[in-house]
C-alpha cells in the first residue's frame, strides 16, 4: 500500500465545544490548510449487491421505499427480489457484466428497483436526468454507449417513446431486444415503465417476468465474482462548462460514501423514513440517499414524480417522515407550504444539500418545521456525493455557516494557484483525496488527467476555507471570481451579505 506523508495536524480534542464567528474562520493560522478526518470503522469491500442482500436479511419486512404518487411500497426483501427478477431478465437478453443500463425516468419505485438491479448484475447504471430532450439524450446515450434503456412514459411534456422515436427511427420498425440504430449503434434494448405495448420496446413487467429459478440462481452465484472497486453507476455532470462528463463510480465509492453519510445523518441509531424531495438522477438521490438507506434500513419516501413542495408535505405527514432532505430552494418553498397549513409534523432532522444553507433560512426550518437539527452536506458528482457533512450534535453555527465537517477516512487540503497549500483560514482550491473519488471520466484519460493528479487528489474548482477542526465554507467556483482593483471578490461573500436583507429570501 502507497504511504504518503502529510503534515502533522494537532486535533482540537473537543470540535464542538468552542463557538467561532466568521471572522476566527478567515483567520490566517501558521498551520497549513490540510485535514485528514481518521475514520472509526473500516471501509467495506461489500459491492452494492452483497449490500442490498445483507440488508434484505437484515430488515426484510421494513418498507424500503414508499411511492406516494404510485400508491406502491416495497419491503427490503421484495426490493431485492424484484431487483434479481429485473438483473435475471436482462441475463437472458444476453446482458454481459459491465454492459450499460440507462435509466431515464422521474422518481419511481422502478428507479431504486433498476438501481439494485443493475448492482446485482454486474452491469453499470448510467443516471439520466428525466428532461433531457433528443439531442441531450442522443449524445450521452452514444458517449457512454449504453446497450439498454429504461425509461418512463410520459412525465410533464416529456413523452420518452416519441423522443426516441425522433433519434431511433428503426424502433417502431425493430423486435424488441433487437434495435439497430445508425445513429445510436450501441442501443438493442428499450424498457418502458408502462402497461402500454409500444412498438420495438418491452415493458418493465415484460423483463421481470422472463426470470426464471436458473437465471436468478445465476444472478445470486454472480455475486461473489463482481469486484467491489469496479464500475458499478455513471452520473453526468451538470455540464456547466460544456458537455457533461461522465464520472464512473465504484460499488466502493457508493457503498462507502453512502454508510458513512448514513452515520452522520444518524440512520445507525434507529430506524428513520426519509422524505426525498431531490431527483434520483442526482447523486444527492443515489448515493446520498438510496445507497445511505440500503445501509442502514431507513425507508425512502417518493411524495411525487418530481418536485411538488405541497405534494412533499403532503408525504411528510401523511408517512410520519423523520427525516427531509433537499435543497435551500426546495426548504423555502416547503416552510412556506408550512406556514399556510401548520401541520403537525414528526420531522427530526433536515438535510441541506446543493448550495450554502443561509442562516435565516436555517432559522425557519428550526422554527416553522420544527425540527431538532439541520445538517449541510458538500460534495460533487465526481466525489461520490459527500466530502463534508455536518456532524452530531455540534454547535447550531457550524451547520448554518458552513458545509460540516471531512467525511470520515478522507484528506482534504486547500492551495493556491501554484499548488501550494495555503495557511488555515485563506481562501484558495480544495482537494480531496480518498475513496469518494471517482474511478475516471468514462472513456477519457485526458479529463481524467486533468482532475486527478498522480498522488491521487482530485482538483474540485471551488475556492474554500478549512478551519483548523476540519469544518469548510465554500466561497465559490474559482472561474467565478471577480478580480477587481487587485482584490479578490468571491460571489459567495456578496451573496451573504444581500441574504441579511429582511426582504430577500434567497440569493443565487
Known sequence: MRRFLRPTIKLTKNVHAKKCNHQEIRKISTKPSYYHCVGEEPLSHLTLGQLSEKSSYCFGDRTAVVSCHQKKKLTFRSLLEEADRLAAGFLKLGFQPEDRIGIWAPNLAEWYIAFIACARGGFVMVSMNPFYQANEAENLIKQVKIKGLICGDVFRKQDYYQILRSICPELENSKPGKIHSDKIPSLRTVVHITEENKKGTF??????????????????????????????????????????????????????????????????????????????????????????????????????????PEKNLNAIVQERCTVIYGTPTMYVDLVSQQRKRNENLKAELALSGGAL??????????????????????????????????????????????????????????????????????????????????????????K???????????????????TEDGYGKVVGRIKDMIIRGGENIYPKEIEEFLITHPEIIEVQ
Open 203 to 308: 415493458k418493465f413487467t415484460d423483463i421481470l417476468n422472463m426470470a426464471d429459478e436458473d437465471t436468478i440462481l445465476q444472478i445470486k452465484k454472480r455475486q461473489n465474482k463482481i469486484k467491489f472497486d469496479g464500475p458499478c453507476n455513471i452520473q453526468f455532470t451538470s455540464g456547466t462548462t460544456g458537455m457533461p462528463k461522465a464520472p464512473v463510480q465504484s460499488h466502493f465509492n457508493i457503498v462507502n460514501n453512502g454508510y458513512f453519510c448514513g452515520k452522520r445523518i444518524g440512520l445507525h441509531h434507529k430506524h428513520h423514513t426519509i422524505c426525498l424531495q431531490n431527483p434520483l438522477f442526482h447523486v444527492f438521490g443515489t448515493i446520498a440517499t438510496l445507497s445511505a438507506a440500503v445501509g442502514h434500513g431507513a425507508t425512502i419516501v417518493l411524495p411525487n414524480d418530481a418536485y411538488n
Open 448 to 466: 481524467t488527467k486533468e482532475v486527478i493528479d498522480k498522488n491521487g487528489w482530485f482538483r474540485t474548482g471551488d475556492q474554500f476555507i478549512l
Open 357 to 446: 444553507c443561509p442562516p435565516t433560512l436555517f432559522k425557519d426550518m428550526l422554527d416553522i418545521l420544527k425540527v431538532k437539527t439541520v445538517k449541510s452536506i458538500y460534495g460533487l458528482t465526481e466525489t461520490t456525493a459527500s466530502v463534508f457533512f455536518s456532524m452530531n450534535k455540534e454547535i447550531e453555527y457550524y451547520g448554518s455557516h458552513t458545509v460540516g465537517r471531512v467525511q470520515d477516512h478522507l484528506e482534504v487540503k486547500v492551495v493556491d494557484k501554484d499548488g501550494y497549500i495555503v495557511p488555515m483560514g485563506t481562501p484558495g482550491e480544495l482537494f480531496v483525496r480518498g475513496y469518494t473519488t471517482m474511478v475516471e471520466y468514462f472513456n477519457n484519460e485526458e
